[in-house]
């Protein structure tokens, strides 16, 4: 065993996270601790960790930017044909986890994947930097490349085939929305005695448990 990963800990004793605290709302809760994030200066506080598996139960995990969220769920973009995008297509269902460490706090998010509105994608892409949109058209997500140079050459040709006009969305490029299905809020205490305070989405609206850290 590496002695210096076993030693490495850190205590948690910031504050806790009760019922009350909580409340009965996850979307505003959510809301709340992002802001709160923000506010506090933690690093691309909109990172978000999202897991996908294959059919038969291969995961697969990466960050991802958090673009949107709402009672309906957590977006995301990506390449429709990128691994992560090929996973959802065949088993639309996805976990997703925002950790903001200065805090002491995370958040897991559940649920079924399905993709955003064509006119939601384009909005969204209009609105990138056009370096991110020339790269975008340019590289072929999640495919081998024979090296950096072969994506250098791409996106040079991609800029000159689009010089002086916009970059309009490509097909297989766009958003998934990770709707709502189970929200765990996780705030960290002493003695790894976290709270951990979980939603979980009914016919009604949204049930509330505490789980053992």
């Known amino acids: 065993m590496d002695v210096r ?29 992002l802001d709160e994030a923000v506010e506090a200066g933690v690093p691309e506080p909109n990172a978000m960790t ?10 697969s995990a990466r960050i991802v930017l958090l673009k949107d969220f709402d009672e309906r769920g957590a977006v995301f973009f990506t390449r429709y044909t990128s691994r992560k995008g090929d996973e959802l297509e065949r088993n639309p ?41 020339v790269g975008a058209v340019a590289s072929p997500q999640s495919r081998v490349l024979a090296g950096r140079g072969e994506l250098e050459r791409l996106v040079a040709e991609t800029e000159q085939a689009y010089e002086g006009r916009p970059v309009p969305r490509p097909d297989d490029w766009g958003g998934y929305r990770v709707v709502l299905g189970r929200m765990e809020f996780w705030q960290g205490r002493e003695s790894r005695l976290h709270d951990r305070v979980v939603f979980t989405r009914t016919a009604g609206g949204w049930d509330r448990t505490r789980l053992a850290p």
Not at 51 to 56: G, I, L, S, V, W
């Open 5 to 33: 990963l076993a030693q490495m800990r850190t205590e948690y004793a910031r504050e806790g996270l009760d019922e009350q605290a909580a409340g009965d709302d996850p979307v505003t809760l959510f809301r709340r601790w």
């Open 50 to 59: 999202v897991a996908t598996a294959t059919p038969d139960g291969v995961p």
């Open 93 to 133: 269902r996805a976990a997703a986890v925002m950790l903001w460490h200065p805090l002491q706090r995370q958040v897991r998010i559940e649920g079924r994947v399905e993709r955003l509105d064509p006119a939601d994608s384009d909005a969204y892409f209009a609105s990138r930097p056009r370096g991110a949109q």
